[in-house]
């Protein structure tokens, strides 16, 4: 029974692929490949086939970037002051920026006022490498991750899930539709922890479905960190990730836990990192 099924999805994806504009015809010799494919690449259970990108694919990937890019310019173009909580936080990062450290005003002492810690470090780093002010520097950063999130659905339903090529194109494109954009005008850093947790589920579903592997179990840890810098909610976010994995993969329960863990232990999933800063006279 194991062994039909797998032949149903070689020549599934075989058809599938002349649609695409490679021709291969379906051969008994390909059921060994696709049964270590239909048993995951562990052994552990049932996995969808990858995908191969195609001419279609590259296409795709060009419509929804330039999907992404004509409402981030014109949200940069339509901009008009951001909103109170944002200016609150791009002061800090200005202050930052001129050498000051986090703080709201000048020859003070560093303040924990920064909700979004790592998005305020981050506009502070991408004004000090482009000269730009603080403002721009942040519908800069923001822009740019909008426009990645909508690619990263794609590339992670399409190559890691093996979905149906113009399925994933519209759910992406879905994404890429959405107000999301908006922030780009009110300076709210929503889009930049967005990506970051877009990352932390594509290296999971990675781990759901592909072979676990220490760079993908450290990875997912390290994004995860990353989203609870970014925002304190995702270090909680994180962790429900980290448990939807462990769930489907409960005979991996080694490699996954450890390096997350590990990269939760070092650096801190919401404040250990920043605390270092504020909590240290000297800085």
């Known amino acids: 029974m194991a062994e039909i099924h797998c032949m149903r999805v070689v020549i599934f994806e075989r058809s599938e692929s002349i649609g695409a504009g490679r021709i291969s015809l379906p051969t008994l010799t390909g059921s060994s490949k696709a049964s270590s494919v239909c048993s995951g690449e562990d052994g552990d259970f049932d996995a969808p086939p990858r995908a191969y990108f195609e001419r279609w694919d590259w296409i795709l990937l060009v419509v929804l970037l330039l999907a992404g890019v004509f409402?981030?310019?014109?949200?940069?173009l339509a901009a008009d002051a951001p909103k109170e909580d944002a200016l609150m936080l791009l002061?800090?990062?200005e202050h930052l920026t001129q050498g000051y450290g986090i703080t709201w005003n000048v020859g003070e002492k560093p303040v924990e006022g920064a909700t979004d810690f790592l998005y305020m470090v981050m506009v502070a780093g991408v004004s000090k490498a482009t000269q730009l002010d603080v403002i721009q520097s942040a519908r800069l950063l923001i822009g740019i991750c909008w426009i990645a999130l909508p690619l990263l659905i794609f590339l992670a339903t399409r190559l890691t899930l093996g979905g149906n090529l113009w399925f994933c194109a519209a759910v992406a494109l879905y994404m890429s539709a959405g107000p999301g954009a908006k922030?780009?005008?009110?300076?709210f850093g929503a889009p930049v922890a967005?990506?970051?947790?877009?990352?932390?589920?594509?290296?999971?579903?990675?781990?759901m479905y592909r072979k676990v592997t220490w760079s993908k179990a450290v990875g997912m840890g390290s994004s995860a960190i990353v989203l609870g810098l970014i925002r304190p909610e995702g270090s909680l976010l994180g962790l429900f990730i980290l448990l939807a994995v462990l769930i489907k993969r409960p005979r991996r329960?080694?490699?996954?836990?450890?390096?997350?863990?590990?990269c939760f232990a070092i650096f801190g999933g919401d404040g250990t990192t920043s605390d270092i800063y504020f909590r240290i006279p000297s800085m």
């Open 71 to 76: 409402p981030v310019v014109s949200a940069i």
């Open 194 to 207: 967005a990506l970051a947790a877009g990352i932390t589920w594509w290296l999971a579903i990675e781990l």
């Open 253 to 262: 329960f080694g490699k996954i836990p450890i390096g997350f863990l590990v």
């Open 91 to 93: 002061r800090y990062s």
């Open 183 to 187: 922030y780009v005008g009110t300076c």
